[in-house]
């Protein structure tokens, strides 16, 4: 959400680490795209509309140079409509920034400095950030005190990257509630919103803590508390390389991502599994002490905790409660000392799943953080944490780190099933032989070629329907949501027998209803539902394991999976609907990898 990059070294490399940056960071908004940057002892900023592509443009056609300072920002609107006026950088007296996160409180402080003569162009909150800092840098005349008082001041969540006019050879960086990075080479430092921003460039970096403040010039980083009090830092080397975050012959890294799931799927799942279940134990915290779990997430990180909870609460038999993010942390939740709160996210700085961990943690309950990025504001404050090892996710829609979300909460599942000796011996080594074959089985289905025709029949309505039962239910959830986030077709996910209470009004001839069905108990029923909406006129696309046999004249067509132990049979189902979202996108010719509206890693509520 808004990604950020600045540069101050000696190579005076400013625009090109920036525009570099800001095209590595574009999968966090790309409404509009803007720099500062040092051009003859001035700092002169350059913004358009669009993604950073119109913005190099503009930069051609300016003849901007290479210079040793500079900072960049690509916009996920939040205040304002994505124009030029509202993109960052903006600029108050003697101040340059770029803002990530909200100010909570910008209409009070901005009907402040109206009275303090100030005046704003634009619609942002962030250019009342930057008149805050302006105004309070003319009462003190100190930097440190300047951004330990507008901390102070701001209400919500921030990360900047600042110039003052009296000191362009420093950059200075501030956080809170949003991520920032400072990134070292010899002689050159970088902030950024994330590692992927700077990777090219270096590995080598540390983390700015909640509330610090950084000093950066080519020869010295300073970090600083709220308090003023300068820390030590440890250098860390980021585990990914350059081309993890290349497309690599794909056309789009959704398709990209996809293709990775075999691997990283079993990698997640052999990795905590290593020889067997006394290794999977000592690899998750000691879950015997629970009797009730909360399982809490946004979007596609939630619909994975809802396969969860289908699975946990079938198989061990213990109570999991489902919480979309932005809504428990507003609740007051009944919470015991046998309750484990999981909170699952790929990016792990989610807004409001970082503030359900933190009531959490107030309720006095233990947490556990099912993330992929190492080191995130959600991976750093749970109780416990278990990272996916997903690798880094650039398409805005989720698919790879989805899937190792699942994987992991069903080993979860598995090891409650065995604290509540709900599995056999027999049942283990089956789904351990099985994962150990995983990577070759979803490899089968991730090669299949059987959804273009099914995608073809989907491209040309604008109202789809998903129906499951139980945990096809909940991954038609996710089913549906891929698909209206990268086509921009109407999809709804229904429990197949909910239908007909009043949304079958909706089905007319051809409408597509795609039936995902994965257990043999429900399937009597599911052609029953089936048959009620054929009788109507919808067109049917089933998606079914191998298993199960479905008499031809009830679907128009059927792809065909391959059957798993229940415990695994999630993870080879949603496949086929990632790559079905992404064969209907493409047939629509919609921007795939960042569809409109949307951006990564929602660090905004
Ligand atoms: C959908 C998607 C989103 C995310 C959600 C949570 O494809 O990617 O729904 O799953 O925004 O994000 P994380 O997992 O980063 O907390």
Known sequence: MCGIVGYVGKNKNAMKVLMDGLQCLEYRGYDSAGIAILQNETIEIIKSKGKVSSLSHKLKAKGIVESELGIAHTRWATHGIPNEINSHPHRQGSVTLVHNGIIENYTQLKADLVLQGYSFTSDTDSEVACGVIDSLYKQYRDKHKTLQQANAMFRGSFAFAIVFDDDIKTLYAMRRNSPLIVAFKEDEIYVASDVPAILKYTNKYTLLEQDEYAVLTKHEVEIYSLQGTRREYEIKTAAMEVVDIQKEGFDHFMLKEIHEEPKVVSETMRF??????????????????????????CGSAMYACMVAKSLIESKARIKVELEVASEFRYKNPILTKETLVIVVSQSGETADTLASLQLAKENNVDTLAIVNVVGSSIAREAKYVCYTLAGPEIAVATTKAYCTQVALLSLIGLSFSVIYQKVSKKEIEEIINEIKNIENTLSNVVNDGQYEVAAKIISKFSNVFFIGRGIDYALCMEASLKLKEISYIHSEAYPAGELKHGTISLVEKGTPVIAIITQQNILEKMIS????????????????SEDLEVDLDIFDYRITIPKSNSYLQ????????????????????????????????????
Do not use: F, H, W
């Open 272 to 297: 905590y599994l290593g020889d067997g279940i006394s290794d999977l134990m000592s690899r998750l915290p000691d879950l015997s002490i629970y009797k009730e779990l909360y399982m809490i997430g």
């Open 529 to 544: 539902n089936m048959k009620e909406v054929k009788a109507r006129g919808a067109s049917i696309i089933v998606i079914a």
């Open 570 to 605: 999630a993870i080879t189902a949603i496949v086929p609907l990632q790559l079905l979202s992404y064969q209907v996108a493409m047939l629509k010719g919609c921007d795939i990898d960042q569809p409109r509206n949307l951006a990564k890693s929602v660090t905004v509520e």
